[in-house]
Each structure stands twice: as structure tokens, then as C-alpha cells.
């Protein structure tokens, strides 16, 4: 299993910006893709954002699109999840997690990676 640890979760005023990272103990696919998921108290874990690896493409909940920026710096292994204009509905715990790429889509990753998570709280 891949290692990884998650950093950057806090408590933030409605209108305010957060930035997660997620740093990889190390890559051992060849295609692989990384994401943001998300599970808020009584709800399902919903994906936030994902990319891939070399092709750099990136998709995103419709509920974060325009808000949030994904990216992923490969010198240094790390994910981070750039979070603007933030509304109390993100409020969750937000996970990064990795799977292999068999095809050319991140939804259809199984994502077998997950770190242990980072709260985010957002006060109105």
C-alpha cells in the first residue's frame, strides 16, 4: 500500500480558502490517479476532484467546480486541493486516496490508497 498522509484541514469563515495537500510515500504505478474525497457527518463519501498522472486531467464535483483547484506535483509527490470561496456545506472530512489507471478515466479508478483524512469546518 502506498503511504499517505494528509495536511492543511482547518476551521474557516464562509468566504475563506483552505489549501490540503497529501503527500505520497511514493508512486508505484505507472498510470495512476489521486483524488479528494469527502465524507460530511450522516452523509456518503462523495469524490471532490481527481487527476491523473502524466496527463494531468482533472475533473470535479459539480459542487466545487470554480472553487477548488486540484494539482499534482510529481518532483515532490504531493496532491493539493486548493479551496476558495468555501461554503459550510464543504464541511466534512476530506481523504486523498490513489488508485492504478487501466483506462483513460479517473471514475473508474479503485482507489485501494486512502490517508487518514483531514477536517475541514467551515462556520457561516
Known amino acids: 500500500q502506498v503511504q499517505l498522509v494528509e495536511s492543511g484541514g482547518g476551521s474557516v469563515q464562509a468566504g475563506g480558502s483552505l489549501r490540503l495537500t497529501c503527500a505520497a510515500s511514493e508512486y508505484r504505478y505507472s498510470r495512476f490517479c489521486m483524488g479528494w474525497f469527502r465524507q460530511a457527518p450522516g452523509k456518503e463519501r462523495e469524490r471532490v476532484a481527481t487527476i491523473s498522472y502524466r496527463l494531468s486531467t482533472t475533473a470535479y464535483a459539480d459542487s466545487v467546480r470554480g472553487r477548488f483547484t486540484i494539482s499534482l506535483d510529481n518532483a515532490k509527490k504531493t496532491l493539493t486541493l486548493q479551496m476558495n470561496s468555501l461554503k459550510p456545506e464543504d464541511t466534512a472530512m476530506y481523504y486523498c486516496?490513489?488508485?492504478?489507471?487501466?483506462?483513460?478515466?479517473?471514475?473508474?479508478?479503485?482507489?485501494?490508497?486512502w490517508g487518514q483524512g483531514t477536517q475541514v469546518t467551515v462556520s457561516s
Open positions: 486516496a490513489l488508485g492504478p489507471l487501466y483506462t483513460s478515466n479517473c471514475a473508474t479508478v479503485q482507489y485501494g490508497s
